[in-house]
C-alpha cells in the first residue's frame, strides 16, 4: 500500500470528513471529462440531442424576455443563435467525437467550442470575429444544460464523495447534491470567495491553498479532509482512518453539548441582549440545520433560488418558497436580500455581459435597477408572503442614496399595484441595505435617515476597501478582514447607526468567528448573522462575557495599527474562552 501523504493548505470551512475523492474539474472552466463504452454511446448522443433541445427553448425564452424588456431588435441575436444551434453540421461533429472518440457529451461540445475559438482567434476585423463569438455562444449554452441535468456522479456509489477540484468555484461546491457531499478541496480558491461562502453555508468542511494536488489524486482514492486546520490526508492508512473517526466523534460530542446550549438566549454574561441570526439560501437549511436556534434569519440569499432553476422563479413560485420560510421562522423575523447576481453568481438563462473586472461590475441593485421588472416580480411575491409575518427586505450592493430613494419608488409602486389587485400588505416592511460598497461609509449619515436597519456584507465591503478581489486566489494574502482600515470603518459604521438609532448587524462571513462576533458587539453592532453550523459556538462565547470585555476588545483591537496586532488581540481571546 502506498504511504499516507499529508498535504497541508488553507481552511476555508470546518469540520472532518473522510471518503471518496471525485475530481470534478482539473482546470478552471474545464468541462467534466469520462470515457463512455460502446454500448452508452447511443445513450449519450440521445443526451446531447435532449441538452441540444433545452439550450434552444432557452435561447427563445430569452429572445421574448429580451423582445419585452427591451426591444425586438436586441432579441434578434437569441433567434440567430438558435438557428446556430439548428444547423445539423456542428451536431453532426459533435456527435462523431462521441462516437470516435467515446467521449461524454460535455467533452465533444467543449471541442467544438474550442475549435470555433481557434477559427476566432485567426480571423481579420472586428465584425467578423464577434459573429465568430455568436458562432460558439450557442453551444455554452448547450454545455450549460448537459451540466445542470446531469448527474456528475457514477450512479450506484452509495457514499458520500470528497470533491477536488482546480479552482473553488460556486459550481464545483453545488456539483453533487448536498446530502452526497463530504467535504471539498481545491487547489487554489478564496476563503471568502462566494464558493467558499456556499461550503460554509453548507456545514462541509473545505480546504484551499493545495498546488499540484490533482496530480497526486486518483479518482475513488481516499481522503482525509481536516477543515479546521486546513489539513488533507491522501490515503490514510487503517490507523489514522481511526484516529479521524476517534477526532470526529469527539467533535460531534462537543457541538451536540454547544447546540443543547444553544436555545438559551443570545446575551452576554451580564444580561445583555444581542442578536445571534442566520444566513441561508433556501428552505433545505431547515433540515439540515436547527435555524430557530437562533434570533431569526438575518440574509436569505434569494439568488440561489434563481440558479438552482432552468429559468426565472415565477412570481408564485417565490411566493411559496418565501411564505414557507417565513412560516419556519415565524414568529422570528427573516431578512429577505433581493437577488445579487453578477460576479460569479450568473444565472445560465440571463446573459449577462462578459466584463473584465466584474467585481466592479454589473451586480445587485445595478442589475435589478436596470432591469426593474426583475425586482417587481421578487418585491410583489415577497410583499404578498410577507402578510402577517416577520419580513424584511434588504438590499446588496447599494452604493448611493439615489439607488436607495430609486428602489423605494419602486416598492411604493409594488405595494400600491398589489392593493388595488386586491391582496393584503403589510404597510411597514423594513426595508435596510447592505454597506459593502465603501462609497456608503462616507455619506452613512444620510443614509440611515432613509432605511429601517443596516446590515453589513464584510466580504465585499473587505475586497473594496483592500482592493483585493475575494474571488481571486492571488491576492487571497491581501484580504484581510482584521486590517486597521476594515476595522476601524466597522467601528464608525457601528457609532453612526447606533446616533441615529439604527439597528445595525454584520452579515459577512468574518462574523463566525466567536472572537470576531465578539469584537463586532464590542464596537456596538446589535446582531450578526453567520451560517447555521457557527451559531451554537458564537452563542456560546457570548453568554461567557460581559459587555464591558467585548468594549474592552474592541477598543484594544482598534488600538493596532497592524493586521498581527489585531489578531494577537483575538487570540488572547479565544485562549480564554478555551480555558474558561
Ligand atoms: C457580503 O458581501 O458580506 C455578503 C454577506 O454577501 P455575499 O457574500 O452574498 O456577497
Ligand atoms: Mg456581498
Redesign the pocket.
Known amino acids: 500500500m502506498a504511504r499516507a501523504r499529508t498535504v497541508h493548505g488553507v481552511s476555508v470551512s470546518p469540520g472532518l470528513a473522510i471518503g471518496p475523492v471525485h475530481v470534478v474539474q482539473a482546470a478552471p472552466d474545464a468541462a467534466p471529462t469520462w470515457s463512455v463504452a460502446e454500448g452508452d454511446v447511443a445513450a449519450e448522443i440521445e443526451r446531447l440531442r435532449h441538452a441540444v433541445e433545452v439550450a434552444s427553448e432557452q435561447l427563445a425564452r430569452r429572445q421574448q424576455l429580451v423582445a419585452r424588456e427591451s426591444s425586438e431588435r436586441d432579441a434578434q441575436i437569441f433567434a440567430v443563435h438558435r438557428m446556430i444551434l439548428a444547423d445539423a453540421g456542428a451536431t453532426r461533429e459533435v456527435e462523431d467525437t462521441i462516437r470516435g472518440e467515446r467521449v461524454n457529451a460535455e467533452t465533444a461540445v467543449h471541442q467544438l467550442i474550442a475549435r470555433l475559438e481557434r477559427t476566432l482567434r485567426g480571423l481579420e476585423g472586428n465584425s467578423v470575429r464577434s459573429y465568430s463569438a455568436d458562432l460558439a455562444d450557442p453551444w455554452r449554452e448547450v454545455l450549460q444544460a448537459l451540466l445542470n441535468v446531469t448527474p456528475i456522479l457514477p450512479q450506484g456509489s452509495a457514499d458520500k464523495v470528497v470533491l477536488a477540484a482546480a479552482v473553488l468555484t460556486p459550481q464545483v461546491v453545488t456539483a453533487v447534491e448536498r446530502g452526497r457531499l463530504a467535504a471539498v478541496v481545491a487547489e487554489v480558491g478564496g476563503r471568502f470567495s462566494h464558493a467558499a461562502v456556499l461550503a460554509r453555508a453548507f456545514g462541509v468542511p473545505c480546504v484551499v491553498g493545495l498546488p499540484g494536488l490533482l496530480t497526486r489524486l486518483e479518482q475513488g482514492m481516499t481522503v482525509a479532509v481536516d477543515g479546521g486546520r486546513g489539513v488533507v490526508e491522501l490515503r490514510p492508512d487503517p490507523q489514522q482512518v481511526a484516529e479521524f473517526h476517534q477526532r470526529r466523534s469527539r467533535l460531534e460530542a462537543r457541538r451536540a453539548s454547544l447546540s443543547e446550549q444553544a436555545d438559551l438566549p443570545a446575551q452576554t454574561a451580564d444580561g445583555v441582549r444581542k442578536g445571534v441570526l442566520v444566513n441561508i439560501e433556501s428552505v433545505h437549511d431547515f433540515e439540515i440545520f436547527d435555524v430557530r436556534q437562533s434570533d431569526g434569519v438575518g440574509l436569505l440569499r434569494t439568488e440561489f433560488l434563481y440558479m438552482e432553476r432552468p429559468q426565472f422563479p415565477s412570481e408564485d413560485e417565490q411566493f411559496r418558497m418565501y411564505r414557507r420560510v417565513l412560516e419556519r421562522m415565524a414568529p422570528k423575523p427573516l431578512t429577505l436580500r433581493t437577488i445579487?447576481i453578477g460576479g460569479d453568481k450568473r444565472l445560465s438563462y440571463f446573459q449577462t455581459p462578459h466584463e473584465v473586472n466584474p467585481a466592479l461590475g454589473w451586480r445587485g441593485i445595478r442589475v435589478c435597477l436596470e432591469w426593474q421588472d426583475l425586482l417587481r416580480v421578487q418585491l410583489r411575491a415577497a410583499l404578498r408572503a410577507g402578510f402577517g409575518n416577520e419580513l424584511r427586505l434588504l438590499l446588496?450592493?447599494v452604493g448611493s442614496l439615489e439607488e436607495i430613494l430609486a428602489v423605494r419608488k419602486i416598492f411604493d409602486g409594488v405595494r400600491d399595484s398589489l392593493v388595488e389587485q386586491g391582496f393584503e400588505v403589510e404597510s411597514d416592511t423594513p426595508v435596510g441595505v447592505?454597506v459593502?460598497v465603501p462609497s456608503v461609509l462616507f455619506t452613512l449619515e444620510r443614509i440611515v435617515r432613509e432605511v429601517d436597519f443596516l446590515s453589513v456584507?464584510t466580504?465585499?465591503l473587505v475586497q473594496y476597501i483592500l482592493a483585493a478581489d475575494r474571488d481571486n486566489p492571488w491576492v487571497a494574502k491581501l484580504y484581510e478582514p482584521h486590517h486597521p482600515a476594515v476595522l476601524r470603518a466597522l467601528a464608525d459604521i457601528a457609532r453612526v447607526a447606533n446616533a441615529a438609532g439604527t439597528p445595525c448587524a454584520v452579515c459577512g462571513d468574518m462574523a463566525d468567528d466567536p472572537a470576531t462576533a465578539l469584537l463586532l458587539f464590542g464596537m456596538g453592532f446589535d446582531s450578526v448573522s453567520v451560517a447555521p453550523y457557527f451559531l451554537p459556538e458564537i452563542k456560546s462565547a457570548l453568554r461567557r462575557t460581559t459587555l464591558a470585555d467585548a468594549r474592552r476588545l474592541a477598543v484594544d483591537a482598534l488600538a493596532q495599527d497592524t493586521v498581527e496586532g489585531a489578531k494577537r488581540v483575538l487570540s488572547s481571546i479565544r485562549d480564554a474562552l478555551n480555558g474558561a
Open positions: 445579487d446588496p450592493m447592505m459593502e456584507g466580504n465585499d
